[in-house]
Each structure stands twice: as C-alpha cells, then as structure tokens.
C-alpha cells in the first residue's frame, strides 16, 4: 500500500506566493515520475508540471516561469513552489506519482487534493 499526503494550499493575494509539497510513504522501491495537476471549476484536470527521477522537469506554458517542481528522492517528496501566482491559478490541485513497490507492481497514485485560492 502507498499513500500520498499533500499540503501547503490556501488563500493568498495575486502576486504572492505558496509552496505545495506532496509525500510519498508505504511500501515503495522506486519512484518514476511525480507531478502536479490541477483542476478549475467546471473545467478539465490540467497537466502543470512533471519531474523525473533523474531531476528532469517540464511545466505547462501558462505557469513557466512562475512555478517551480522539485523533489527530494531520500524524502519520496515532490514539491510545487508557486510564485506570481495569478486569480486564474485558482484551482484544487492534486500530486501525482508513478510508483512501484516492493511487490514489482507499478501503480500510478493521486493525492487527495489540496485548494488554492488566489484572490484579493
């Protein structure tokens, strides 16, 4: 069993900041890749940003160079450091893992969600 425990949304002012930070535990051999989604009101769950095992990492064009993935593999952690952040990012979002565990079965795992509000 794996689980995903995320944190770090809430209500900010435009142009401020948060930082979301997903944790992986449970019985895990290795972590492929981890990322962020996110959904609006009445709108598709939307890709924000990937990263691989290896450090590699990509982001949806609407937040390059305001949001920034990382993660700590000895933590099985993947964070979201959201800067600028603008009303339209206002959505829940979700962590996103492909795992596989100690069984050799590969799974991919969501987080539970956590709202970002960006309002004044």
């Known amino acids: 069993q794996v689980q995903l425990v995320e944190s770090g949304g809430g209500l900010v002012q435009p142009g401020g900041s948060l930082r979301l930070s997903c944790a992986a535990s449970?019985?895990?051999?290795?972590?492929?890749?981890m990322g962020w989604y996110r959904q609006a009101p009445g709108k598709k769950r939307e890709l924000v940003a990937t990263?691989?095992?290896?450090?590699?990492?990509d982001c949806a064009d609407s937040v390059k160079g305001r949001f920034t993935i990382s993660r700590d593999n000895a933590e099985n952690t993947v964070y979201l450091q959201m800067d600028r952040l603008k009303p339209e990012d206002t959505a829940v979002y979700y962590c996103?893992?492909?795992?596989?565990?100690?069984?050799?079965?590969?799974?991919?795992?969501w987080g539970q969600g956590t709202q970002v509000t960006v309002s004044s």
């Open positions: 996103y893992t492909h795992i596989v565990e100690t069984t050799g079965w590969g799974s991919d795992y």
């Open positions: 990263i691989v095992s290896g450090g590699s990492a």
């Open positions: 449970g019985s895990i051999f290795s972590i492929d890749a």
